[in-house]
Every structure is written in structure tokens, then in C-alpha cells.
């Protein structure tokens, strides 16, 4: 163990030098012009994932106020007051999140009636309640967003690799 | 890498290092200023600034590994007798090197931080950045230019090094600095979060959901280092402590208090987007103290037992202090209409209001121990006198403030948010106050025959008034600790049951109901272990008021008595190792019947390079209920007649087992979910920094547990370990000697801040010899103590006085304290009266949600909604 210690360290050094060029080399040829591609992603993603990680947020401030007031921690009144006003800001992110996908939504619907020959129409469409078609189609039980759940920053987060 | 030369290849390493912070500050800087692209390049920047520390890192542990004592820091902290984890645990063993290694620690968080923020804040992230290398240029310019690792030694190097200190040669050294520079190190990440905040004009909620974890996990690595000190100075220090209030031990504690103090208020601006000034001024306060805790231990400006050697660092922190001050008071003020509180607490008797007043009592404890702990510059600037401010005052007068923070502890937590009755309040509180007054009585009817009477008997620090209400205060402490204790642990514990009733009531057992209560709300429920660990640590803090100890001269075979045991010395024996020779004496442990309990064996080690400082080894038996803590003080190898001091010392596991809860529940705390994890992985793992941090600590929290559990000499002196700082072997011979000579400090020019009651060194001895001589010939213990100030001044006086200008010493921070709880209850009013009934509680800053909640509320979104919380609420 003692004599091989050096030897660790001096290898654990070499490694380090490395990385260092490595990563200095990328840093410069990023700044002197470069394309990084995976940054325009980012940025485009990053509207999305801060609104999907403000959902994270209010569902949970939703939970715990609910699990508080049937712990009777919380008044009826109080209750309803601080609930209608996360849920409104719950259901305008959802629908901010909707409006984020539209651009995107007629693209995956020719693609999916390319694949499937044109009998997707209808369940997608209950899949993301609009103002016009949420009256013609309430309580869409088991219409989760189909995006909710897809990041879409994945691609951004390979800015490093 | 034989064929390079080390100690230039360790200073071109850090050359490059301030290079690439100083480039990827420009970047930072460039991508903050509306150029994005740039940050791509200060990632990668970030990145090779940390890949060239852990090389300066490597390359200074090779040297230490290799011997190579060309380098100063190498010869002045090694030698070749030294084991390898003492080679590694000198990188931080000294001032240069501990350098680096914070700074490498701090490139573990900034790489582990950048990665996190991979596809995330965006437009925080170029300030993070920047805000994190401006604090590696500091660190960088200060190795370069005043404490440089790898200086070369003036002359030829030596064929050996003068060997790290005996007193460090132990192996809470290897585990103790560390853990406490993670904390320390930890809070420049969320500091940077909220300087990034402040630059970037973010100033609602984002910041800080974002430094949540990392302000968390700097706390916990705190607080860990914390407690690691503690068992490090009751195990090692031999004086039979585990706190002395060190200017050392201050510094890392004054961050740790601020930093309690934000935790708790940044759950208010989370949930109703209040004290936004005061959290960014609380996140601030707690980086500067840890800055300020270095400047200190490092400028040997004052005195303390294990403060580095005095070098001009100081100058670099004291502009680096002032850069921060003006820094964050001037983004502060630029920002100040941003930072306008959406909502005003709505009642006084609301959970709000009671962080408020938790923020208020750690304020002012962190106060009292600053003005303490600079007491002695500030007088020395003002009247050209220093003094001295021993544990005695600190002891005396932290009582209170503990006490309100520990009710706090027990009626937060049983507070609503906004506005509680006081009907459901008494309601809440009535389980835990029977327990209370239950326990009380149970105290004040047996505690005394099991040896824990309610009050004890406590001397006065002062001559006057204050001095007696203090001593007041202390000898009801045992009897005030049991009911508040006893009362705040009912408290938490019902929250448990209250959570725990509401699973139960849809149909689940109580032991899957409390472990999904805890998993489900792990910061809230975390938080209450961590409370609940506070509790048990202050029951064993309360042990101290019950401590016996006896002294006593034994031949082999001799016996000596404390408390209910017996101790019987059956021989010395010596050991030897290539490092140090080893002096043990053999004890058997009996018990008062005669039965034998164990072995013990204190010890003197005598150092192969430091032949000079011998250290005292001391021997502890643990138990539940208390410790038998045995010092060997001195023994004659000719005629084998030892002198022992032994401790009984109630409670004091507790301490401990209360740390270890506390570690827990901060833990549970942080600990993130598996939708957490899962939706990280999705992107890529980006979260990995947290993920590793969070198994670094995991780790980390481990290891010491391991070391305790693991090391097989808890009833005897540790034979890899060492120390004593010159304590541990005295012997007093009275009451009145003991009173005297604890207000007397040593001056022989090497114990700083060591009183003459615990201090062994030479000129000690020789004083308390003379002194004795004085009581023998009738003077009196006021005039000794009088005579003696006069011979070596007021700094040579444990405790100042309580006249004059040393009466400043309590009066400010006590009267600061009184006016901002004033400040505290009269702005409580104010906004509550300020409240409008119908104003919504709880709309966060949401710039999205303010322009289009009104859209929302005619879009038919419920449905989804409920979809959406019912599958958050049923994954695991």
C-alpha cells in the first residue's frame, strides 16, 4: 500500500492534467466560435423544464396543504383560500405547458396517421384539453399529457459529453 | 513523475489554476451579459479550473508520500516515521496546505454544482459561475502570494521533516478538518446562488428551491464537523469537555447558528414569498462568517489552542471581508424594490412568526458569541488592554438563550401557517406540557437518589447582581431542562402521530404509515428528527451539572473510590512503536460490591520527533446513564506511584446519540425521491451532483460511526492517537484551589487561553506551586486573583470583570438582542395590521402565473389537476 501510493497519486495527477487540457480545449473552442448545437437546445428546452419543474412544485405544495388540513393543521376556510389559489397557478402551467407543445403537436399528428393510417385524431385530441374542445369533452379521466412526463431537455443535458 | 521537479510543477499547476478562474470569470461574466453561448465555454471552464486543483492536490499528496522535503510545507508537517494516513491527513495538517485543500474541496461542490445545473437555470447559471471563480481567485492569489504549499525550504532540504504535531497524530484528524471544511466550503454554493439572484434581478422563489439541497447539505457536513470536534476534544484533549468555546471552535459555530436561522426562514419565502431581504441578508451573513471563522483561525490574530501560526494571511482576508460587505450590501440595496414581500404575516400567533422569533434567538446567540469572541481586539483597540474570555462566560450566559430556543424547538412545529387559534394552540399543547410537569416532578421527587438532583449548586461569575442571576439560572438548569426537554421531544413526537393517524384513517398500519409519512414529506418530517435530536443532545448537555471527580496518588494495588466505582492500579507498562513510545497504567474497574466491570488504561505518549510535548491518553468508559473518564496525570517509571484525576460524567452519550439523530434527520432531509431521481435520470443525469453529494455525505456521516463502533479501545487510551494540549494532569487540592485557579490562565507564552486548573506545562506547575504557598499564608483568593492581573494583566484573567468597559461584553449583544426582538414583535404588528382579509396567501411570484391566472380560471384545467396530484400522491 505505501509504495503504491505514489504511484496512485502521481497516475490520479496525469488524469487530472488531462481532463484539464481536455476540458480547456472544449471551454476555448466553445468562446472563439464553435457551434454548439447543444446550447440553442437548452435554451429552447429551458422555458419547458422550468415550467414542468414549477408543476413539481405547486403539486407539491397541493399535497402537503392537503395532507395539513387532514391533519387539522390547517382551517376548512384557510384551506380552501390557499387551495384555489395553487390550484389556479397549477392550471395555468398546465396550460402553458399545452401551449408549448402546440407547435408540435400537427407535426406528431401526421407522423403518427403516417404510422397508424389516420385513426389517432381522436384520442390524442382528448389527451390535451383545449378551451374549445374541453367542452365537448369533459372528464377526460385518463387523459394525462402526453408531454408531462417527457423531458425534453434531454438533449440539453448532453451539453458536456 | 520522478524525472519532474515537484515543487515547480506544483506552482506552474497553480499559476494555471488562477489562469483558468480567471478566464472562466471573464466567460461567466460575458455569458450573464447576454452573450449564452459564453456559457458553454465558462462550463468548461469551471471544469478545468477544478481538474487543475485535484491536480495540485495529487501532486502535493506525492510529496508528502515521496518524502520530498525540499518542499517547506512537506518538511514542517511530516517526517519518514509517519504512517501513510498521516501523510495524507497532513495536506491539511497546516496553514498552506489546508488551503488547498479547501479550495479543492471547493472545486468537488463547484463541479458537482455546475453538473447538476446542466439544462437548468439558465439565467442564473453564468453568475453561479462566476460568483464560484471569484472565490477560487481569492483562494488561488492567496497560495501564490502569502501561504504558497509548495515553497521550497530555504537551503538544502533535510534528511527528515520535523514530523506533524503529536497533538494531530490521531485519527479524528484524518475525519474531523475535513468534514468541517465541507461545511464551510458548502455554503459558497448557495451563495452563489443568491449573488447570482441578485445580479440577475431573479429574485422570487427560483433561488431558492434551487440552493434548498446544497444549503442544506453545507449545513449537515456542519454540523457533522461540529460533533466531530466535540467527541475529538472529550476523547483527545483530556480535559474532560467536549466544548471549551475556542475562538475556533466560535468560528465554525457562528456560521452553523445563521445558517439554522436561514434554513428555517427560507421555508417562509417559499411558501408565501416573504423576508426576501432577509433571506438574501441571512445567506450572505452565513458565507461572510465562514470567510470570517477562516480570517480568524488564520491570522492568529487571537489567541486560541488550535489556531494556526501567525502569517500576514490576514491582511488578503481582511480585504477580501471588506469586498464582500460593500459587495452584498450594495447588490442588496440595487435590488431592494425586487425584494418587496408579496404577503405580511397575518398573525403573531402563527408558525411564521414563531421562525421569526427562532431567527431573532439564533441571531442573537451568533451576536453574543462575535462580540465574545473579538472581545478581546476590540478592547485591545479601544483601552489598549487585551482580555481574556473563558467558557465560564459563554456557559453562563448561552443558558438562556438555549432555553428559548429549545421551547421554540417543541411550539413551532405545533403552529399553523398564518394564523392559529389559541384555543387549538393550548390544545396542541396540552399532551406535551403533562409530560412536562410529569417529568418535573418525577425529577424533583428521585432525581436525587439516582444521583441527578433537580438543582445544583453554581458559582458566580460576577461579584454583582448579574452574576448571581446567572448562577440562579445555571443551578435550575437540570430541573428547567428535564420539563422543556421532556415537553418539546411529547411535541415532536405527536407531530408524528398526528401525520401518522391521518394514513392510518385511510386504512394503512402504523408502521407503513409512519415510514410513508416521512418519505412522503421528508424535509418536514426530517426536520422534526433533527429537532428531536437537538432535544436529546441538550439532556446530555444538562450531565455536565452533575460531574464528579476525584484525585488521587496510587501504588500498584492501591485503590481509589468516585461516585459508586472502584479503581484499582495494578502496574505500569511501557510500549514502544517506530513513532512513539507508549507509558500505560493498568486499572481494574470494580464496582462499589467488589465485581469487576472492565479494564482501563490512560497513557502518556512520548513522540519520537516532539520528544518534548508528551500527551496524555485518556480512558473512557461509556455507558448510557454516564462516563467514567480516567486521566493518568503522572507516573514514576522507579518507584511505579501514578497519579490519576477521574471523572464521572453523567448523560454525556446522549450528546451522541442526539448528534447522530440530528445527522438523520438532516439526511432524511436532503435525501432526494425517486421521482427526483428518475426524472433526473431523464435528463441525462444531471442531477448527479446532488445524487453524489447526497452519497458523499451518506458516506461521510458513516465513516465516524464506523471509527466509534469499530475501535476497540474505548475503555482504554488510544495507542494510535495522541494529546493533550498541556491538560489533563493536574491535581487540585481543594475547592477553593479549583475556583482560583480556573480564573488564573497560564502565561508561560505557549497555552493560550489554558487556565492554571487544567494546564500541565512547567511554568503551571511552578505558579500554582507559589500560589499555594500564598493561600497557605492566609491571603485571600480576591487579592491572589487581583495581584496577579496586576502582574500580567487583565488578559492573564479568565472572565473579565463586570465594571466599566467590560461590562460591554454582555450589555451590547444583550441589549442589540432585546431591541431587534422588539424590532421583531412590533413589525409582527405592524404587518399583521397591514393585512387585508381578502388577499390571497399563498400566490408565489409566479410572473407566468400573474399575467395569466385570470385565463386559467375560465379554463376547465380541474380535472387534470386532480389527475395529476392523485398520480403525484400515489408514486412512491
Redesign the interface.
Known amino acids: ?2 509504495a503504491a ?2 504511484w496512485l ?2 497516475l ?3 488524469s ?2 488531462a ?3 481536455y ?2 480545449w ?3 473552442r ?2 472563439f466560435g464553435a457551434h ?1 448545437p ?2 440553442q437546445v ?2 429552447e ?2 422555458a419547458r ?3 414542468l ?5 405547486l ?6 396543504l392537503k ?2 388540513r ?6 376548512a376556510e ?1 384551506f380552501e ?2 387551495s ?13 405547458l399545452d401551449e408549448d407543445v402546440e407547435p408540435f403537436r400537427d407535426r406528431a399528428k401526421a407522423l403518427l396517421a403516417e404510422e397508424l393510417g389516420g385513426e389517432v385524431d381522436a384520442p390524442y385530441r382528448s389527451a390535451a ?1 383545449e ?1 374549445s374542445s ?2 365537448s369533452e ?4 385518463n ?3 402526453p408531454s ?1 412526463d417527457t ?1 425534453p ?2 438533449n ?6 | 513523475m520522478p524525472a519532474i521537479d515537484i515543487p515547480l510543477f506544483g506552482n506552474v499547476i497553480l499559476c494555471l489554476t488562477l489562469i483558468a478562474s480567471a478566464y472562466t470569470l471573464a466567460m461567466a461574466i460575458g455569458a450573464g451579459r447576454g452573450r449564452p453561448q459564453l456559457l458553454v465555454s465558462a462550463r468548461f471552464g469551471t471544469y478545468a479550473t477544478c481538474a487543475l486543483v485535484f491536480v495540485g492536490v495529487c501532486v502535493l499528496a506525492y510529496a508528502f508520500q515521496t518524502h520530498d522535503f525540499r518542499i517547506r510545507y512537506v518538511a514542517r508537517y511530516s517526517d519518514r516515521s509517519m504512517p501513510w494516513w498521516y501523510l495524507v491527513a497532513s495536506l491539511w495538517g497546516g496553514q498552506d496546505g489546508s488551503l488547498l485543500w479547501w479550495t479543492f474541496l471547493l472545486a468537488g461542490y463547484t463541479a458537482l454544482t455546475t453538473r447538476w445545473m446542466t439544462g437548468r437555470l439558465l439565467e442564473l447559471q453564468p453568475w453561479v459561475l462566476a460568483t464560484l471563480m471569484s472565490i477560487f481567485v481569492f483562494f488561488v492569489v492567496l497560495m501564490l502570494f502569502a501561504a504558497n504549499p509548495f515553497a521550497i525550504q530555504p537551503g538544502s532540504a533535510g534528511a527528515d521533516g520535523e514530523g506533524l504535531n503529536p497533538l494531530l497524530q490521531n485519527y479524528w484528524m484524518v475525519i474531523h478538518p475535513p468534514s468541517l471544511y465541507l461545511g464551510f466550503v458548502g455554503w459558497s454554493v448557495p451563495f452563489a446562488f443568491v449573488v447570482a439572484a441578485l445580479i440577475s434581478g431573479r429574485l422570487h422563489e427560483e433561488w431558492v428551491l434551487a440552493c434548498r439541497r446544497w444549503a442544506l447539505i453545507a449545513w449537515t457536513f456542519l454540523s457533522l464537523g461540529l460533533l466531530l470536534g466535540c467527541v475529538w476534544s472529550y476523547e483527545e484533549l483530556g480535559w474532560g469537555g467536549y466544548w471549551a468555546w475556542d475562538p475556533v471552535e466560535n468560528a465554525s459555530f457562528m456560521p452553523w447558528l445563521v445558517g439554522t436561522a436561514y434554513l428555517h426562514s427560507a421555508m417562509i419565502q417559499e411558501r408565501y414569498g416573504m423576508l426576501k431581504v432577509w433571506n438574501v441578508f441571512l445567506m450572505c451573513l452565513t458565507f461572510f462568517m465562514t470567510i470570517f471563522g477562516t480570517f480568524l483561525t488564520r491570522s492568529g490574530l487571537i489567541a486560541s489552542v488550535h489556531s494556526f501560526a501567525k502569517s500576514d494571511i490576514g491582511t488578503y482576508f481582511v480585504y477580501y471581508l471588506a469586498f464582500l460587505i460593500v459587495g452584498c450590501f450594495a447588490l442588496i440595496a440595487w435590488r431592494l424594490p425586487k425584494l418587496k414581500a408579496t404577503h405580511r404575516i397575518e398573525s403573531l400567533l402563527s408558525r411564521e412568526f414563531a421562525f421569526l422569533m427562532n431567527n431573532w434567538v439564533l441571531l442573537g446567540m451568533m451576536l453574543f458569541v462575535l462580540v465574545a469572541t473579538t472581545f478581546p481586539l476590540t478592547s485591545e483597540w479601544l483601552r489598549g488592554e487585551e482580555v481574556t474570555v473563558g467558557p465560564d462566560f459563554y456557559n453562563k450566559w448561552m443558558v438562556p438563550f438555549g432555553l428559548v430556543l429549545l421551547l421554540l424547538a417543541g411550539i413551532g412545529p405545533l403552529i399553523s401557517w398564518r394564523k392559529a387559534s389559541g384555543k387549538n394552540l393550548l390544545r396542541a399543547m396540552m399532551v406535551p406540557a403533562v409530560f412536562g410537569l410529569a417529568a418535573m416532578a418525577l425529577h424533583l421527587l428521585f432525581g436525587a437518589s439516582v444521583g441527578l438532583p433537580p438543582m445544583v449548586e453554581s458559582e458566580e461569575i460576577y461579584d454583582t447582581m448579574t452574576g448571581r442571576v446567572l448562577a440562579g439560572l445555571q443551578s435550575v438548569l437540570p430541573i428547567v431542562s428535564t420539563t422543556l426537554c421532556t415537553f418539546v421531544a411529547i411535541c415532536v413526537l405527536q407531530e408524528f402521530w398526528r401525520g401518522a393517524r391521518v394514513r392510518m384513517s385511510r386504512g394503512e398500519h402504523l408502521g407503513p404509515a409512519l415510514a410513508r409519512l416521512i418519505s412522503r414529506a421528508r424535509r418536514r418530517y426530517g426536520g422534526y428528527i433533527v429537532h428531536l435530536g437537538v432535544v436529546v443532545m441538550y439532556f446530555g448537555f444538562t450531565g455536565a451539572a452533575y460531574d464528579q471527580e476525584t484525585e488521587a496518588a496510587l501504588m500498584p494495588g492501591d485503590e481509589m473510590r468516585v461516585s459508586d466505582y472502584r479503581l484499582r492500579y495494578d502496574r505500569p507498562r511501557t510500549t514502544v512503536d517506530r513513532n512513539k513510545k507508549m507509558l500505560f497504567t493498568d486499572l481494574t474497574l470494580l464496582s462499589s460490591s467488589g465485581q469487576t466491570l472492565g479494564r482501563v488504561a490512560p497513557a502518556k505518549f512520548i513522540y519520537r520527533t516532539h520528544p518534548e510535548m508528551p500527551t496524555t491518553e485518556v480512558a473512557i468508559r461509556s455507558r448510557a446513564a454516564r462516563d467514567l473518564y480516567v486521566i493518568m496525570s503522572t507516573v514514576d517509571p522507579q518507584s511505579q506511584r501514578a497519579t490519576f484525576r477521574v471523572i464521572v460524567r453523567p448523560l454525556v452519550a446522549w450528546i451522541w446519540v442526539g448528534g447522530l439523530l440530528l445527522l438523520l434527520g438532516s439526511l432524511i432531509a436532503m435525501w432526494p425521491t425517486t421521482k427526483e431521481i428518475l426524472r433526473d435520470r431523464q435528463r441525462a443525469s444531471s442531477s448527479s451532483g446532488v445524487s453524489i453529494a447526497a452519497a458523499l455525505m451518506a458516506l461521510s456521516l458513516a465513516a465516524p460511526i464506523g471509527v466509534w463502533l469499530l475501535s476497540p479501545a474505548r475503555a482504554s487510551a488510544q495507542s494510535d492517537s495522541s494529546s493533550s494540549l498541556h491538560a489533563g494532569s493536574v491535581v487540585m487540592h481543594n475547592a477553593d484551589e479549583r475556583k482560583l485557579f480556573a480564573r488564573l490562565l497560564c502565561q508561560c507564552g505557549d497555552c493560550a487561553r489554558l487556565p492554571l486548573s487544567t494546564c500541565g506545562c512547567g511554568w503551571a506547575e511552578r505558579k500554582r506551586a507559589e500560589i499555594r504557598q500564598l493561600v497557605d499564608a492566609g491571603k485571600s483568593l480576591e487579592n491572589i486573583q487581583t495581584d496577579y492581573r496586576a502582574e500580567f494583566g487583565a488578559a492573564a484573567i479568565a472572565i473579565p470583570s463586570d465594571r466599566g468597559l467590560d461590562r460591554a461584553l454582555w450589555a451590547v449583544p444583550v441589549g442589540i438582542a432585546l431591541l431587534a426582538g422588539g424590532g421583531v414583535f412590533l413589525l409582527g404588528r405592524r404587518w399583521r395590521g397591514r393585512e387585508k382579509p381578502a388577499s390571497k396567501p399563498d400566490a408565489r411570484d409566479t410572473t407566468a402565473a400573474a399575467k395569466t391566472t385570470s385565463a386559467a380560471k375560465t379554463t376547465d384545467y380541474d380535472a387534470r389537476l386532480d389527475e395529476e396530484l392523485s398520480r403525484y400522491e400515489d408514486q412512491p
Open positions: 500500500m505505501t501510493l505514489p497519486f502521481a490520479a495527477a496525469g487530472g492534467l481532463a484539464a487540457l476540458f480547456t472544449r471551454s476555448l466553445a468562446a454548439v447543444e446550447m437548452a435554451i428546452s429551458h423544464q422550468t415550467l419543474e414549477r408543476k413539481q412544485a403539486l407539491a405544495s397541493l399535497s402537503d395532507f395539513e387532514d391533519a387539522g393543521k390547517v382551517s384557510d383560500d390557499v384555489a389559489s395553487l390550484r389556479a397557478q397549477a392550471k395555468t402551467v398546465l396550460r402553458l384539453p378551451p374541453a367542452t369533459p372528464s377526460s379521466a387523459t394525462a399529457d408531462a423531458e431537455s434531454t440539453a443535458a448532453r451539453e458536456d459529453s
